[in-house]
Structure formats: C-alpha cells, structure tokens
C-alpha cells in the first residue's frame, strides 16, 4: 500500500517527501564517498595516511554519511511508515 501525505503535488504518485528523502539519500552518498576516499587513498593508492586528526574527521564523516544515506534511502523507500 503506498504512502500518502498531504505533501503529494505530482502526477506520478511520489510526493515532495520521496524526493526531498532521495536527495537526502544522494547527500549522505556523496560523504561516504567522499570521505572514503580520503581514507583508502593512502593504504591502497599509494599515498601517505592522513594525520591523526584528519583521519578522526574522515572517519567520523564516513559515519555521519553511512547514517544519512541509510535514513534517507529507507524512508524514500517506505520503510518502516
């Protein structure tokens, strides 16, 4: 059974929430990816490690995206509404 809400606006079906949850999805995306990069780039593309505390930050932003895209994408999804 689809989700409704009074934020539904388009023809399609999906509402201003799917795409507002989707680009939440696409922001916590690019962190993790971003942020792993900075954290492999070392070990694996022959590159030095980070400091210290940048590699803290990497890893606390790594975190940070794998949670956003995780609650965006299961709530763009439908999941547990």
């Given amino acids: 059974m689809p989700r409704t809400s009074q934020f539904e606006t388009d023809r399609a079906g999906l509402g201003v ?11 916590g995306l690019a962190a993790t990816v971003a942020t792993g990069f900075l954290l492999v780039r070392g070990p694996f593309l022959g590159q030095k490690l980070l400091d210290p505390v940048p590699m803290l930050v ?24």
């Fill in 58 to 81: 990497a890893l606390c932003g790594f975190v940070v995206g794998i949670v956003v895209l995780t609650w965006g994408a299961t709530r763009a999804v439908g999941v547990g509404s």
């Fill in 17 to 27: 929430l799917t795409y507002f949850y989707g680009f939440v999805t696409t922001v």
